[in-house]
C-alpha cells in the first residue's frame, strides 16, 4: 500500500469493510441454510425409522409366495 495517500488508504479500508460485511452476511444465511437442510434430513431419517418399523411388523401380514394360487387361477 505504500505510495496510497490517506484518502486512498481510508476508500480502500472502508471498502475492504464492506466486502466483509457482505461476506458475513452470506456466510449467516448459508449457515441459516445448512441449519434448515439439517433439520429436514433428520425429519426424513426419522420419517424412514418409522416406516421401516412398520414394514418390519407387517411382515407376517405380507405375501412371501408360498401361499399356492387361489383356486380361479
Not at 21 to 35: F, K, S, T
Amino acid at each position: 500500500m505504500s505510495g496510497m495517500s490517506g484518502a486512498e488508504q481510508s476508500d480502500r479500508i472502508a471498502e475492504l469493510e464492506q466486502r466483509i460485511a457482505q461476506q458475513d452476511r452470506v456466510i449467516a444465511d448459508l449457515n441459516e441454510m445448512v441449519i434448515a437442510q439439517w433439520q429436514k434430513v433428520d425429519a426424513l431419517e426419522r420419517r424412514l425409522g418409522e416406516l421401516r418399523e412398520e414394514f418390519d411388523s407387517a411382515g407376517p401380514l405380507r405375501s412371501d409366495g408360498s401361499e399356492p394360487p387361489p383356486p380361479h387361477y
